[in-house]
């Protein structure tokens, strides 16, 4: 595998202390960004063509530019904590194996976009990483990382630790200001973005752990290098969710240069059983569906935008050909229909017809329609809402009709899935 | 405000907390979300008599707290059991078998999703991805994560629960 950024601590006993992070070189990237000013850091991370990797890749060093110059009120960091993506888990690693990387980043971010209170929102199931970061602040906070005068340096950064209550829309980042300001998790129409006018109608940048952990070997290695590792319009690694029909599930941290191909077969090991590849999702549930004869695509934001499909949260879902897709695209529909927060009425409604028309087709009732009908349904409404989760469900229920409409249309007519015939789906039209 | 006869009230440590939180955020309502987890901590569920009682605190309309706790799904609206057992559906479980522990569950403790045992005991969810994927197909057990589950692993599971 190639040079371990992320991931390097993951297996060394006792990785989330402050004694094994200091060992191992931590908190050397914050002594050295106190030495620069926050427009040399800014600049390095503009160097280093870091990408956001919550979902959206936004280059992180334009949306801190996007602060306002002028503005008399304070800043905030958000760290969005919250994941909820399916088939992502990255960050539940990065907070149970190096809670000090996450606040060594946080405090850099902090440093250079001028913040000095942050927020990290936990999602509400992560108790166990919950307990691991909070624990690591605190010993942050003894050892003068955290607080007034940080290192000598003069800055000061207080950390607040939020804890969501289960929702998967507090993921995206005005939902999030929303729960955060202790309101239901509805999104909030852009602009103004947040970096002009988010928490508390103060300037917030939401960056995602993972985008932040990565700052203090930017900072201490150089965004040059960091750039090289990538491709031209994105540097460095990420980490991989990996899971479904595969040997080795887990998290992976590759180049954002490997295909999906080798991440697949060379590091996920392939399918059990020496069954086929079907269909894989490379970027989190949103994403569209990829056939087998098209994984040989890079993973950087690029790369899959190209390929028809989106880099995501980096969360990778293998399904081998024992795969029912209508029935995986129901799993999925219920999913978005479930989480819809209801605000817009085309996600609302659609994604909540989507399930039931899919329900219906694998009841053995569905009819002929029934798949331009959904395709027809997904369209309308795309792009209209106030914020990406509709067309994040839009995309599986598109792509999925489109690449694997036979397997819609064999359900229809004859009643029963093509792929494991006689089968009996549980659990129709119940929420 | 009373339930079953017992009064909804914070003890005094708990209600330093809930001043402690109410100042550290810039705006006091948004510790509106960690005093419920408080309140659900302390009153094993949010009743309408516990939104009443937060309203006061915040000085917020019952309403409006009544919007934000039904909103999540981790703030219970009922009496839930000792243990909660939250079965992941989503794809990667799905895929790997997610469909047969939501049917064993259902079979071993006699209930349906979102009912609580007549003891007591366990309440069992199916909820959605709780992004671990990899140890699919997984559940949350209280404040645990247990994946690779198998009817055997269930039913050490259940067995160790008091
Ligand atoms: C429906 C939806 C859910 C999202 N969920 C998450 C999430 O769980 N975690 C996350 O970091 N970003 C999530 N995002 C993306 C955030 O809105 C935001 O772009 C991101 O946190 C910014 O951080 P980054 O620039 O460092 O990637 C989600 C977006 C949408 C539309
Ligand atoms: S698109 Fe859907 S999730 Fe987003 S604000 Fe509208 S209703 Fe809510
Ligand atoms: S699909 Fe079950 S944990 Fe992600």
């Given amino acids: 595998m190639a040079e371990l950024l992320l991931m390097r601590r993951f297996e060394i006993p006792d990785s989330h202390t402050l004694r094994v992070y200091r060992e191992t070189g931590g908190y050397q990237g914050l002594a050295k960004a106190f030495g620069m000013t926050p427009v040399a850091i800014l600049d390095a991370v503009k160097r280093s063509n870091l990408r956001g990797l919550g979902g959206a890749g936004f280059p992180t060093a334009v949306k801190w530019g996007f602060l306002p110059k002028d503005s008399p009120k304070p800043r905030y960091l958000v760290v969005n904590a919250d994941e909820g993506e399916p088939g992502t888990f990255k960050d539940r690693y990065l907070l149970e194996r190096d809670p000090h990387a996450l606040i060594e980043g946080m405090t850099i971010a902090a440093y250079a976009i001028g913040s000095h209170l942050s927020f990290v929102y936990i999602r509400g199931e992560y108790i166990k990483p919950f307990r691991i970061f909070s624990a690591a602040v605190h010993e942050a906070y003894e050892a003068g990382l955290l607080g007034k005068g940080i290192l000598g340096s003069g800055f000061d950064l207080e950390v607040i630790i939020h804890r969501g209550a289960g929702a998967y829309i507090c993921g995206e980042e005005t939902g999030l200001i929303s729960s955060l300001e202790g309101k239901k998790g509805w999104p909030k129409l852009k602009p103004p973005f947040p970096a002009v006018r988010g928490a508390f109608d103060c300037p917030t940048i939401v960056n995602n752990v993972e985008t932040l952990c990565h700052l203090p070997h930017i900072i201490t290695l150089g965004g040059q290098w960091f750039a090289a590792l990538g491709t031209k319009t994105q540097g460095g690694t990420r980490m991989y969710s990996v899971s479904g029909h595969v040997v080795r599930p887990g998290v992976y941290e590759l180049p954002v240069t490997a295909t999906l191909r080798e991440l697949i077969e060379n590091h996920a090991g392939g399918m059990p059983r020496g069954r086929r590849l079907k269909a894989v999702v490379p970027g989190g549930s949103s994403a569209q569906i990829l056939t087998a004869d098209e994984i040989d695509v890079t993973m950087d934001v690029d790369g899959l935008r190209d390929a028809g499909t989106m880099a995501g949260s980096a969360g990778v879902i293998v399904m081998d050909e024992s795969t029912c897709i209508p029935e995986a695209l129901w799993v999925l529909a219920r999913f978005y229909a479930h989480e819809s927060c209801g605000q817009c009425t085309p996600c609302r409604e659609s994604t909540g017809w989507v399930e039931k028309i899919l329900a219906r087709i694998l009841s053995g009732k569905g009819r002929p329609e029934d798949p331009d009908n959904l395709l027809d349904i997904a369209r309308r409404g795309a792009g209209t809402t106030i914020c990406a989760f509709y067309d994040g469900a839009v995309n599986p229920y598109l792509s999925y009709v489109e690449k694997f409409r036979s397997e819609f249309d064999y359900h229809i007519h004859h009643g029963e899935c093509d792929v494991q015939p006689g089968r009996v789906v549980t659990g129709l039209g119940t929420r | ?162």
């Fill in chain 2, 1 to 162: 405000m009373s339930l079953a006869g017992q009064m909804i009230a914070f003890t005094p440590a708990q209600l330093d907390e809930v001043r402690r939180l109410q100042a550290l955020y810039p705006d006091p309502r948004a510790a509106l979300l960690p005093v419920l987890q408080l309140a659900q901590e302390a009153f094993d569920f949010i009743s309408p008599d516990v939104e009443q009682y937060v309203a006061g605190l915040f000085d917020l309309s019952p309403a409006h707290v009544h919007e934000v706790v039904t909103f999540y799904s981790l703030f219970f609206t009922k009496p839930v059991g000792r243990h909660v057992v939250s079965v992941c559906r989503t794809l990667s479980c799905h895929l790997l078998g997610a469909p047969d522990v939501v049917a064993y569950l259902k079979e071993r403790l006699g209930i349906e999703a979102g009912a609580t045992t007549k003891d007591g005991k366990v309440t069992f969810f199916t909820v959605e991805c709780l992004c671990a994927c990899e140890m699919a197909p997984m559940m949350q057990v209280n404040d645990r994560y247990e994946g690779h589950l198998t009817r055997e692993k269930i039913d050490r599971i259940l067995e160790r629960l008091e």
